[in-house]
């Protein structure tokens, strides 16, 4: 048995762990008289009595009621959470005397079931007339439509069968009383685990009234009126003998603090409130000034507030407000606040417009007696000023018409609605209408006044001229038709062609310029619209700058026909019309006058009810028209021509948009569209057949219609022509995928609107083809000067030590491209540490700057990559090398770009540089040197320095001017120093605090130049330009020391001469030597010729013949044994032909400590010839020197012309020449 047990035991254990539900058992005990309802939210969920000794009977429902004082054990069962599946509901019931309640203190039992949400509930009971009060005991409550944050939330209903909307209060606020009557219901709903204060209200109870004091202004009158399908409620007056009470309606004037008692319980829901004001007026002021309103004067309630305003005549009364819209009859202010004001018309009529606030209206000009109500609505609360007046006489707004006498004018009131006359003055007669104004004939000296503030509202103003007719009649008289004549027209022309309009009349109105024409019947009107032409648009359409035109013709038995509508600017040059016909030029009130002037003559006999001439312009078109009166019927038998000019090299296509097509009448009538050109037949369709398409040259379109039954649709068409151009395009592929890293823009620069460019078919205005893209370009009509051709290439390096030098020469682009290249430009992006390094291809740059200009086809702009310009810089300049420590831009656009093989500038990366820029400079002595910093004549870019590195030539020292701008700082410093490169003292040093603008300074030496800008101040810039020029040193002590050097080097060279010349000579006195000039060389003492021949002496001769000296004295026929001939001396021609003797010779010994030069003057000496009686120079047989070429005289000398001597020793003057050897 007891295994068993144990086994039951477990197995009840095992269903427990197994039933996900929860269960939750607790003890309650409700307080005496309250009655707990304890419900379930779910259908399975239930709440359970336990009962028994041993607690082993239990009751389960789904709702359960619990009495008072009686202590309960409870079980929930829900397999959803206990704390959201049940409610528990805690009624009490507060009951009263007339002067006292039970209980007093309203309490909460707020330990019964906290796990729950709760409901507390409070039924109030008490005598007819009785007020119940329940005063809040802690923070006040506040009205709100939503739920409370700290989980309780207050709700009243001032009956428990009442249908309304219980009033809905949380926790802190100001309220801290709530007043109820008889069947009242005050409730506290709590969330789960919500804590409830244990007492919330004091009750008591008092007879049913509400007292209020009230102030009524001495001007205004108050009605209190009970709705009758409300409570009833009394109003008294207190403070007399007895009260004077009204149950439906009391009316209450002018009062200082009176007291009032409503006897029910809440009289804002069954009284509402009326009170009027009077407001007088005068021309000049009204009193009040203002409509005020005492914000606690009935708060609550429904109020009704009116003024009634009473103004004199031909006084404009002005209300300013704080801003209202106009509203339409069903709509509902937001706020509960509507405004209303009604006005009484000049015509006794009544006006009423309404408004709600936050609008545009902020005053309001009306003119006569007026009311203003304001009505508010129970939570509403309007503005303490409502509005303010100011009043003012009534002055019109007068304009003197004087005009020629074919003037007409007719003003015509748009505005049935709006209270304004119009008056007119003529000869001292006035005539006022509130209607509009028939024609006004012959306005001379005419004054016109509206007697309202804003006329041009309410009127619109026609000014009519009429064009007439002059005929000559048979007799010679001149017939002046009916119109009243502007311009005389005969059967030719009209006198004073261009038609213009009067600006000086009504210019802030709605204004029409009409122009009434008429010719003789078998004539034509001929309207020119030069200059722009004219665009047709839909005939109840208006043109985008407010100028629109209509033509309208008046037909012979047939209503007036709309020839079309037009705004300025299209392709309608000019319009014919048959005999009668009107301009109409419409424009509005706030736009300014500018019309378009047109021609009138005479137009040939036309057959046409109208001709309509096109100019259609040349390019891509496609214009619109519609016949006469569209979308209405054209009219009956008439017919309507077109003339079309079409561009040459351009085609043009016809297409029917919309068309109907009338029954017509006669048999055999049909609708005849017909094309005509020059010199062909004409062409006739039909409205369904195909219509012309891509034709060419000038043609004629007209348009004929039948006689057609009225009861059907007529004839109506819209078409339109497209014109297109017939040219062929430019075609060009640019591949960009193979060699150089280049893209290409081609912009449109040019004003001609033909100019179509296209990339891969695809109209632009511009042309991007990016590095290694192929794009297929096309040009149609584009001038090549309409085009800009630009092209650039990016050279990037993200690793300095890897970049290499670039030469920077412009790429071939391609050649089918139809434009020249405008400019090229290359963009450079490197490290941060590195250092672009910019270096001219010819050796130096040259910026240019005033003084020193580059030529344009030569310039290369150099910008940084943020936009920051450095300079402009050509060739053949000062400046060795630029370095910039930034991504940078150069570009060159030159005027005549050639595509050279030498690059314009060598580019390379170096290490990092403090500086941003640094100028490397060697001026010259030739001109004046200029550096200006960088952006010149702008300013340096804001915190940036600039270097200059200037080497001055050798023997040079530099005046240098500094010229100084801008030097002010709004942040940080700015400095400008100046310090030679070897020595390092400072020649300037000058700082933003120093108002310097020019500093002169010399630099002995190469010095360097810094500048460190800052955040300027305001618009001031900071530049510097300096002018170098360059001066020779003038030091003596070098020159002395120079002089004295060369003394003694002199002295030196002499010393040594000396002493060669004398050692020759002692060697020649023992030695001789001869020449053969056709036989071999006999050299004494011959060792080779090691050394030279001032050396070996094999120059001099022991022994010379006469015969040889002498021998040109000898006659010709002497000639010697071997051939050779002996008397005359023959000019050596090198050696012969025989081989000669090789003679050994010991190699010499080097002299040591001996100078000897490269070749001494003696060694070049050749032996002289006789003289003869004509100079050496000239002789046939003469040959210099110094021009030997053998192996013998290599070196060429270049002094004087010398004879050859025989021997060393000094010869004897020769025998002066006879003349008789002459």
Same mark, same amino acid.
């Given at each position: 048995?007891?295994?068993?047990?144990?086994?039951?035991? &477990?197995?009840? &254990?095992?269903?427990?762990?197994?039933?996900?539900?929860?269960?939750?058992?607790?003890?309650?005990?409700?307080?005496?008289g309250?009655?707990?309802?304890?419900?379930?939210?779910?259908?399975?969920?239930?709440?359970?009595?336990?009962?028994?000794?041993?607690?082993?009977?239990?009751?389960?429902?789904?709702?359960?009621?619990?009495?008072?004082?009686?202590?309960?054990?409870?079980?929930?069962?829900?397999?959803?959470?206990?704390?959201?599946?049940?409610?528990?509901?805690?009624?009490?019931?507060?009951?009263?005397?007339?002067?006292?309640?039970?209980?007093?203190?309203?309490?909460?039992?707020?330990?019964?079931?906290?796990?729950?949400?709760?409901?507390?509930?409070?039924?109030?009971?008490?005598?007819?007339?009785?007020?119940?009060?329940?005063?809040?005991?802690?923070?006040?409550?506040?009205?709100t439509?939503?739920?409370?944050?700290?989980?309780?939330?207050?709700?009243?209903?001032?009956?428990?069968?009442?249908?309304?909307?219980?009033?809905?209060?949380?926790?802190?606020?100001?309220?801290?009383?709530?007043?109820?009557?008889?069947?009242?219901?005050?409730?506290?709903?709590?969330?789960?685990?919500?804590?409830?204060?244990?007492?919330?209200?004091?009750?008591?109870?008092?007879?049913?009234?509400?007292?209020?004091?009230?102030?009524?202004?001495?001007?205004?009158?108050?009605?209190?009126?009970?709705?009758?399908?409300?409570?009833?409620?009394?109003?008294?007056?207190?403070?007399?003998?007895?009260?004077?009470?009204?149950?439906?309606?009391?009316?209450?004037?002018?009062?200082?603090k009176?007291?009032?008692?409503?006897?029910?319980?809440?009289p804002?829901?069954?009284?509402?409130?009326?009170?009027?004001?009077?407001?007088?007026?005068t021309?000049?002021?009204?009193?009040?000034?203002?409509?005020?309103v005492?914000?606690?004067?009935?708060?609550?309630?429904?109020?009704?507030?009116?003024?009634?305003?009473?103004?004199?005549?031909?006084?404009?009364?002005?209300?300013?407000?704080?801003?209202?819209?106009?509203?339409?009859?069903?709509?509902?202010?937001?706020?509960?606040?509507?405004?209303?004001?009604?006005?009484?018309r000049?015509?006794g009529?009544?006006?009423?417009?309404?408004?709600?606030?936050?609008?545009?209206?902020?005053?309001?000009?009306?003119?006569?007696?007026?009311?203003?109500?304001?009505?508010?609505?129970?939570?509403?609360?309007?503005?303490?000023?409502?509005?303010?007046?100011?009043?003012?006489?009534?002055?019109?707004?007068?304009?003197?018409?004087?005009?020629?006498?074919?003037?007409?004018?007719?003003?015509?009131?748009?505005d049935?609605?709006?209270?304004?006359?119009?008056?007119?003055t003529?000869?001292?007669?006035?005539?006022?209408?509130?209607?509009?104004?028939?024609r006004?004939?012959?306005?001379?000296?005419?004054?016109?006044?509206?007697?309202?503030?804003?006329?041009?509202?309410v009127?619109?103003?026609?000014?009519?001229?009429?064009?007439?007719?002059?005929?000559?009649?048979g007799?010679?008289?001149m017939?002046?038709?009916?119109?009243?004549?502007?311009?005389?027209c005969?059967?030719?022309?009209?006198?004073?062609?261009?038609?213009?309009?009067?600006?000086?009349?009504?210019?802030?109105?709605?204004?029409? +310029?009409?122009?009434?024409?008429k010719?003789?019947?078998?004539?034509?009107?001929?309207?020119?619209?030069?200059?722009?032409?004219?665009?047709?648009?839909?005939?109840?359409?208006?043109?985008?700058?407010?100028?629109?035109?209509?033509?309208?013709?008046?037909?012979?038995?047939?209503?007036?026909?709309?020839?079309?509508?037009?705004?300025?600017?299209?392709?309608?040059?000019?319009i014919?019309?048959?005999?009668?016909?009107?301009?109409?030029?419409?424009?509005?009130?706030?736009?300014?006058?500018?019309?378009?002037?047109?021609?009138?003559?005479?137009?040939?006999?036309?057959?046409?009810?109208?001709?309509?001439?096109v100019?259609?312009?040349?390019?891509?078109?496609?214009?619109?028209?519609?016949?006469?009166?569209?979308?209405?019927?054209?009219?009956?038998?008439?017919?309507?021509?077109?003339?079309?000019?079409?561009?040459?090299?351009?085609n043009?296509?016809?297409?029917?948009?919309?068309?109907?097509?009338?029954?017509?009448?006669?048999?055999?009538?049909?609708?005849?569209?017909?094309?005509?050109?020059?010199?062909?037949?004409?062409?006739?369709?039909?409205?369904?057949?195909?219509?012309?398409?891509?034709?060419?040259?000038? +043609?004629?379109?007209t348009?004929?219609?039948?006689?057609?039954?009225?009861?059907?649709?007529?004839?109506?068409?819209?078409?339109?022509?497209?014109?297109?151009?017939?040219?062929?395009p430019?075609?060009?592929?640019?591949?960009?995928?193979?060699?150089?890293?280049?893209?290409?823009?081609?912009?449109?620069?040019?004003?001609?609107?033909?100019?179509?460019?296209k990339?891969?078919?695809?109209?632009?205005?511009?042309?991007?083809v990016?590095?290694?893209?192929?794009?297929?370009?096309?040009?149609?009509?584009?001038?090549?000067?309409?085009?800009?051709?630009?092209?650039?290439?990016?050279?990037?390096?993200?690793?300095?030590?890897?970049?290499?030098?670039?030469?920077?020469?412009?790429?071939?682009?391609?050649?089918c491209?139809?434009?020249?290249?405008?400019?090229?430009?290359?963009?450079?992006?490197?490290?941060?540490?590195?250092?672009?390094?910019?270096?001219?291809?010819?050796?130096?740059?040259?910026?240019?700057?005033?003084?020193?200009?580059?030529?344009?086809?030569?310039?290369?702009?150099?910008?940084?990559?943020?936009?920051?310009?450095?300079?402009?810089f050509?060739s053949?300049?000062?400046?060795?090398?630029?370095?910039?420590?930034?991504?940078?831009?150069?570009?060159?656009?030159?005027?005549?770009?050639?595509?050279?093989?030498?690059?314009?500038?060598?580019?390379?990366?170096?290490?990092?540089?403090?500086?941003?820029?640094?100028?490397?400079?060697?001026?010259? &002595?030739?001109?004046?040197?200029?550096?200006?910093?960088?952006?010149w004549?702008?300013?340096?870019?804001?915190?940036?320095?600039?270097?200059?590195?200037?080497?001055?030539?050798?023997?040079?020292?530099?005046?240098?001017?500094?010229?100084?701008?801008?030097?002010?700082?709004?942040?940080?410093?700015?400095?400008?120093?100046m310090?030679h490169?070897?020595?390092?003292?400072?020649?300037?040093?000058?700082?933003?605090?120093?108002?310097?603008?020019?500093?002169?300074?010399?630099?002995?030496?190469?010095?360097?130049?810094?500048?460190?800008n800052?955040?300027?101040?305001?618009?001031?810039?900071?530049?510097?330009?300096?002018?170098?020029?360059?001066?020779?040193?003038?030091?003596?002590?070098?020159?002395? &020391?120079?002089?004295?050097?060369?003394?003694?080097?002199?002295?030196?060279?002499?010393?040594?001469?000396?002493i060669?010349?004398?050692?020759?000579?002692?060697?020649?006195?023992?030695?001789?030597?001869?020449?053969m000039?056709?036989?071999?060389?006999?050299?004494?003492?011959?060792?080779?010729?090691?050394?030279?021949?001032?050396?070996?002496?094999?120059?001099?001769?022991?022994?010379?013949?006469?015969?040889?000296?002498?021998?040109?004295?000898?006659?010709?026929?002497?000639?010697?044994?071997?051939?050779?001939?002996?008397?005359?001396?023959?000019?050596?021609?090198?050696?012969?032909?025989?081989?000669?003797?090789?003679?050994?010779?010991?190699?010499?010994?080097?002299?040591?400590?001996?100078?000897?030069?490269?070749?001494?003057?003696?060694?070049?000496?050749m032996?002289?010839?006789?003289?003869?009686?004509?100079?050496?120079?000239?002789?046939?047989?003469?040959?210099?020197?110094?021009?030997?070429?053998?192996?013998l005289?290599?070196?060429?000398?270049?002094?004087?012309?010398?004879?050859?001597?025989?021997?060393?020793?000094?010869?004897?003057?020769?025998?002066?020449?006879?003349?008789?050897?002459?």
């Amino acid at each position: 048995m007891r295994f068993c047990g144990a086994c039951a035991l &477990l197995a009840l &254990l095992l269903v427990s762990s197994l039933d996900s539900s929860e269960s939750l058992q607790t003890t309650v005990k409700p307080n005496k008289g309250s009655d707990v309802i304890v419900s379930s939210l779910q259908p399975d969920c239930t709440v359970c009595t336990i009962s028994g000794v041993n607690g082993n009977q239990t009751s389960c429902q789904l709702s359960l009621k619990l009495e008072p004082e009686e202590e309960v054990k409870l079980l929930f069962q829900c397999p959803q959470p206990v704390e959201q599946s049940y409610n528990v509901t805690i009624i009490s019931l507060i009951e009263c005397t007339k002067d006292a309640c039970k209980p007093p203190t309203v309490e909460v039992q707020s330990s019964l079931l906290p796990t729950f949400s709760r409901t507390f509930s409070w039924k109030l009971k008490a005598p007819e007339k009785t007020l119940v009060s329940l005063k809040v005991i802690g923070n006040g409550l506040s009205r709100t439509p939503h739920p409370c944050n700290d989980g309780r939330q207050y709700s009243v209903l001032t009956s428990e069968t009442s249908k309304e909307v219980p009033t809905q209060y949380c926790e802190g606020g100001s309220e801290t009383q709530l007043d109820l009557s008889d069947q009242g219901v005050v409730s506290l709903e709590a969330k789960p685990n919500t804590q409830v204060e244990s007492v919330l209200f004091q009750a008591f109870a008092a007879p049913m009234k509400r007292v209020m004091t009230v102030t009524i202004g001495p001007a205004s009158t108050v009605v209190l009126t009970r709705d009758p399908g409300k409570d009833e409620c009394e109003v008294c007056v207190s403070g007399g003998a007895s009260p004077d009470c009204h149950a439906t309606e009391k009316t209450l004037k002018s009062a200082e603090k009176l007291p009032l008692e409503f006897r029910c319980l809440k009289p804002e829901d069954v009284f509402t409130m009326k009170m009027t004001t009077k407001i007088e007026c005068t021309q000049t002021s009204c009193t009040p000034a203002s409509a005020e309103v005492d914000l606690d004067l009935f708060k609550g309630f429904k109020k009704t507030l009116t003024w009634d305003v009473t103004v004199p005549d031909r006084t404009v009364l002005t209300l300013e407000f704080p801003g209202l819209k106009e509203k339409s009859a069903s709509e509902d202010c937001e706020d509960g606040i509507q405004y209303t004001v009604t006005t009484m018309r000049t015509d006794g009529q009544m006006r009423t417009n309404s408004y709600c606030k936050h609008g545009p209206v902020s005053q309001l000009d009306l003119f006569g007696n007026m009311a203003v109500t304001v009505e508010v609505s129970k939570e509403g609360e309007p503005d303490q000023t409502v509005f303010n007046t100011t009043a003012a006489p009534r002055r019109g707004r007068s304009t003197v018409v004087n005009s020629d006498p074919n003037m007409s004018l007719i003003i015509t009131k748009v505005d049935k609605e709006a209270d304004c006359q119009v008056c007119v003055t003529e000869a001292s007669k006035q005539t006022c209408t509130s209607e509009t104004l028939k024609r006004l004939k012959n306005p001379r000296n005419a004054s016109v006044e509206f007697m309202c503030l804003q006329p041009q509202k309410v009127y619109t103003v026609e000014i009519n001229r009429e064009i007439g007719m002059k005929e000559m009649g048979g007799d010679g008289n001149m017939l002046r038709g009916k119109a009243k004549v502007l311009r005389d027209c005969t059967k030719t022309s009209c006198s004073g062609n261009a038609v213009h309009v009067n600006n000086e009349f009504f210019s802030n109105y709605n204004r029409t +310029f009409t122009w009434d024409i008429k010719v003789q019947p078998t004539q034509t009107f001929h309207l020119d619209f030069p200059g722009s032409g004219l665009r047709q648009i839909p005939n109840e359409g208006t043109c985008p700058d407010g100028h629109t035109y209509s033509v309208i013709l008046y037909l012979h038995r047939a209503s007036p026909a709309t020839i079309g509508t037009f705004c300025k600017g299209g392709t309608v040059t000019s319009i014919l019309g048959q005999y009668k016909g009107r301009v109409m030029l419409t424009v509005p009130s706030d736009v300014t006058l500018d019309p378009m002037d047109f021609q009138l003559k005479i137009g040939p006999q036309s057959e046409a009810t109208a001709i309509v001439k096109v100019n259609l312009p040349r390019g891509t078109s496609d214009t619109e028209f519609i016949t006469p009166n569209y979308p209405k019927d054209f009219p009956d038998e008439k017919q309507i021509l077109w003339e079309f000019s079409i561009p040459g090299m351009h085609n043009y296509s016809v297409k029917f948009s919309e068309h109907s097509a009338p029954e017509c009448l006669n048999e055999g009538d049909v609708v005849v569209v017909e094309y005509q050109q020059e010199g062909k037949k004409p062409t006739r369709t039909a409205l369904t057949d195909p219509q012309p398409q891509h034709q060419q040259g000038a +043609f004629n379109l007209t348009l004929k219609n039948c006689k057609t039954n009225q009861t059907l649709p007529g004839l109506s068409l819209r078409y339109s022509v497209s014109v297109m151009r017939s040219g062929h395009p430019v075609l060009c592929t640019v591949d960009l995928t193979k060699g150089e890293a280049v893209s290409v823009q081609i912009e449109k620069v040019g004003a001609d609107p033909l100019c179509e460019m296209k990339k891969d078919s695809v109209e632009k205005k511009t042309i991007n083809v990016a590095k290694g893209e192929t794009a297929k370009l096309s040009f149609l009509d584009c001038p090549s000067e309409d085009l800009r051709l630009t092209a650039s290439k990016l050279i990037a390096c993200a690793n300095a030590s890897l970049c290499t030098p670039t030469p920077l020469s412009i790429p071939t682009l391609d050649s089918c491209l139809p434009m020249p290249l405008h400019s090229f430009s290359w963009l450079f992006t490197i490290p941060h540490e590195a250092t672009l390094d910019l270096v001219s291809p010819t050796g130096s740059l040259r910026q240019s700057l005033p003084g020193q200009e580059c030529d344009p086809s030569s310039v290369l702009r150099v910008d940084e990559n943020d936009g920051s310009f450095i300079g402009d810089f050509c060739s053949d300049g000062v400046i060795q090398k630029l370095q910039v420590h930034s991504n940078i831009s150069i570009t060159v656009t030159p005027r005549d770009l050639r595509r050279s093989e030498e690059p314009l500038l060598n580019v390379s990366v170096s290490p990092e540089i403090k500086e941003d820029i640094i100028y490397r400079i060697s001026p010259n &002595l030739m001109s004046p040197t200029i550096l200006a910093t960088p952006n010149w004549p702008n300013g340096m870019k804001a915190h940036s320095s600039v270097s200059w590195i200037v080497d001055l030539p050798w023997m040079t020292h530099a005046l240098v001017k500094v010229d100084i701008s801008g030097l002010e700082c709004k942040h940080g410093h700015a400095r400008i120093n100046m310090k030679h490169q070897e020595e390092g003292n400072d020649l300037l040093d000058i700082g933003e605090s120093e108002k310097t603008s020019t500093t002169n300074m010399t630099a002995r030496q190469s010095f360097y130049l810094n500048l460190t800008n800052c955040q300027p101040e305001g618009s001031d810039q900071f530049n510097v330009k300096a002018t170098i020029n360059l001066e020779r040193k003038t030091n003596l002590l070098p020159i002395l &020391l120079g002089l004295v050097g060369a003394v003694l080097l002199l002295l030196l060279i002499l010393t040594v001469v000396c002493i060669v010349v004398r050692k020759k000579k002692s060697k020649m006195a023992s030695q001789a030597s001869i020449y053969m000039g056709k036989g071999n060389i006999f050299r004494p003492n011959d060792r080779h010729f090691v050394k030279t021949r001032a050396d070996n002496d094999s120059h001099v001769y022991d022994y010379i013949d006469d015969s040889m000296v002498y021998g040109h004295l000898l006659t010709d026929s002497e000639i010697t044994s071997n051939g050779v001939q002996v008397d005359s001396y023959q000019t050596f021609t090198g050696p012969s032909d025989r081989t000669l003797p090789v003679i050994k010779e010991p190699d010499p010994e080097p002299e040591k400590g001996q100078y000897q030069s490269f070749l001494s003057p003696s060694d070049t000496f050749m032996p002289p010839r006789p003289r003869t009686p004509i100079e050496r120079q000239d002789s046939l047989g003469f040959q210099d020197r110094r021009m030997l070429d053998n192996e013998l005289y290599t070196f060429k000398s270049t002094g004087d012309m010398n004879t050859i001597r025989l021997s060393g020793v000094d010869m004897e003057p020769q025998p002066p020449i006879m003349e008789e050897s002459l």
